[in-house]
């Protein structure tokens, strides 16, 4: 039996498809089960072990033709008995069309398991996806065993007690960023805790910021892997950043997480989920002061 489960990314929509991935597994224990992602997370989904295959799709429009029609002849031609679509999408809906319409999980038109909830937007994505597999005869869908999301993080040398600082996030909503990041980073380094900014390449700008303002610190934007981050997250004190991937990543690694929401995101909705999670919101994350940050950070990590 070979099956398909698709979820593409951004990461927090991966961290918060692992419980279901999982799920999906044990409800399928000897098939041929393959993951169709994004090209970021082919490496973290083949670490789970979940999988005997990883595809990667980074979902090219109609200008790339060749590389859409490759990923077309791919999927008709594995034969797959059944596919959970966690992505949910317009692409994938079509994908389900030229695939010949095997057993789909999802919202396609026309599937065999269709996820017809009319409040399904409502819903957070976790209890979404969950709502969604009970509904294909996967009853459970509990929170996933991440004991492989880890790497060697020796290399960065760390102090023993660190804060995650993670300042970035989706470029075209800025208003999903706090801007006082480097006041933060200053104001934790006064309480004995190295704030270590983590993000991607292209957030550099904001790690020399924090530097800048909170010299004590260290920048990882752009030097750390998807399984470091785990480790890092595992190793931390503390992580504060806005609605963004890697906090998703280390609420689910067990790392006590203080997000960061404006009007731009609902937490009810998406917010990352884990034992030690905690959020705060304005409608402009410019109200939102340092004070208030650093009280509620302080409470979660127990700092001094």
């Given at each position: 039996?070979k099956i398909?489960?698709?979820r593409?990314?951004?990461?927090g929509?991966?961290?918060?498809?692992?419980?279901?991935?999982?799920a999906?597994?044990?409800?399928?224990p000897?098939?041929?089960l393959v993951?169709?992602t994004?090209?970021a997370f082919?490496e973290l989904l083949?670490?789970?072990?979940?999988f005997?295959e990883?595809?990667v799709?980074?979902r090219?429009?109609?200008?790339?033709l060749p590389t859409?029609?490759?990923?077309?002849?791919r999927?008709?031609?594995?034969?797959?008995?059944?596919?959970?679509?966690?992505?949910t999408?317009?692409r994938t809906?079509?994908?389900?069309?030229?695939?010949?319409g095997?057993r789909w999980?999802?919202?396609?038109p026309?599937?065999?398991?269709?996820h017809?909830?009319?409040n399904r937007?409502?819903?957070?994505t976790?209890?979404?996806?969950a709502e969604?597999?009970r509904?294909?005869?996967?009853?459970?869908?509990?929170?996933?065993?991440?004991?492989?999301?880890?790497a060697?993080?020796?290399?960065?040398?760390l102090?023993?007690?660190?804060?995650?600082?993670?300042?970035?996030g989706?470029?075209?909503?800025?208003?999903?960023?706090w801007p006082?990041y480097?006041?933060?980073?200053?104001?934790?380094?006064g309480?004995g805790?190295?704030?270590?900014?983590?993000g991607?390449?292209d957030?550099s700008?904001?790690g020399r910021?924090?530097?800048a303002?909170?010299?004590g610190?260290i920048?990882?934007?752009?030097?750390?892997?998807l399984?470091?981050?785990?480790?890092?997250?595992?190793r931390?004190?503390l992580?504060i950043?806005?609605?963004?991937?890697?906090?998703?990543?280390t609420a689910?690694?067990g790392?006590p997480s203080l997000?960061?929401?404006?009007?731009?995101?609902?937490?009810?909705r998406?917010?990352?989920r884990?034992d030690?999670?905690e959020t705060m919101?304005?409608?402009h994350l410019?109200?939102?002061p340092?004070?208030?940050?650093?009280?509620?950070?302080?409470?979660l990590?127990?700092?001094?």
């Open positions: 039996m398909l489960a698709i593409h990314g951004a990461l929509d991966v961290v918060q498809a692992l419980g279901p991935f999982q999906i597994r044990r409800h399928h000897d098939a041929h993951a169709l994004g090209s082919a083949q670490a789970s072990g979940w005997q990883v595809w799709d980074d090219p429009s109609i200008l790339h859409l029609v490759a990923t077309i002849r999927l008709r031609a594995a034969g797959f008995s059944a596919v959970y679509d966690l992505q999408s317009a809906a079509w994908y389900f069309t030229l695939m010949g095997p999980s999802g919202v396609a026309g599937c065999s398991h269709p017809d909830n009319p937007i409502q819903m957070h976790v209890d979404r996806q969604q597999l509904i294909a005869g996967i009853d459970e869908v509990a929170p996933p065993d991440l004991d492989w999301f880890g060697d993080i020796g290399r960065f040398r102090p023993e007690s660190f804060a995650l600082v993670v300042p970035g989706s470029k075209h909503r800025p208003a999903k960023r006082y480097p006041a933060l980073a200053r104001a934790l380094n309480r805790m190295t704030p270590v900014v983590i991607a390449a957030e700008d904001l910021a924090i530097l303002e909170a010299p610190a920048d990882l934007t752009g030097r750390t892997s399984l470091e981050l785990g480790s890092l997250a595992r931390a004190r992580a950043g806005n609605d963004t991937g890697p906090v998703h990543a689910a690694l790392c997000v960061l929401f404006s009007e731009e995101s609902d937490p009810a998406c917010a990352p884990g030690k999670v919101r304005r409608i410019k109200d939102l340092v004070t208030d940050v650093l009280q509620e950070a302080t409470g990590a127990r700092l001094p």
